[in-house]
């Protein structure tokens, strides 16, 4: 009995702990108004949060690196290793990231978000002020 026990306690916190890291990875962006890909995300984990950082650009603006529609502290800064996302923690209960923070790079303000796994290779991203009902939601795909 206490083998059973000991082996669904592990089975349990394997599934948790695989859950929570399964947005790791890289993710395409798709631009709203075109609907062409714009950009990789890379989604990362430190010290028990998830942050994402743009890694590479797919459009021809700004592809040079520089930001040149951001405004404030990011003004005609490189946009290549822009820390977007910012503090995600996993809430296990809804299966959702919350309680972050997403940069729009192209005013530089920042909005509270949350990410969903809708399916293995598609993210939902949300940013919003206030209330997630006040917001905008885009989806990103899984690079391989």
Not at 29 to 43: F, L, P, R, V, Y
Not at 63 to 85: E, H, M, P, Q
Request: net charge positive; aromatic share 14%; glycine share 8%.
């Amino acid at each position: 009995m206490r083998k059973f026990l000991f082996l669904f306690v592990a089975m349990w916190v394997f599934q948790w702990t695989f859950a929570q890291d399964e947005i790791v990875g890289r993710w395409k962006t798709i631009d709203d108004e075109t609907g062409k890909a714009k950009s990789i995300i890379e989604i990362y984990k430190k010290d028990g949060k998830y942050y994402g950082r743009i890694v590479r650009l797919l459009t021809e603006e700004n592809k040079d690196g520089i930001c040149r529609t951001c405004s404030g502290k990011y003004a005609n800064k490189n946009i290549i290793g822009l820390v977007i996302l910012k503090d995600l923690e996993y809430d296990a209960d809804d299966k959702e990231w919350v309680d972050g923070t997403i940069m729009d790079p192209k005013n530089a303000k920042e909005y509270s978000c949350y990410l969903a796994l809708v399916e293995p290779n598609k993210l939902k991203v949300r940013g919003y002020i206030g209330f997630s009902l006040l917001g905008r939601t885009q989806y990103w795909y899984r690079v391989e």
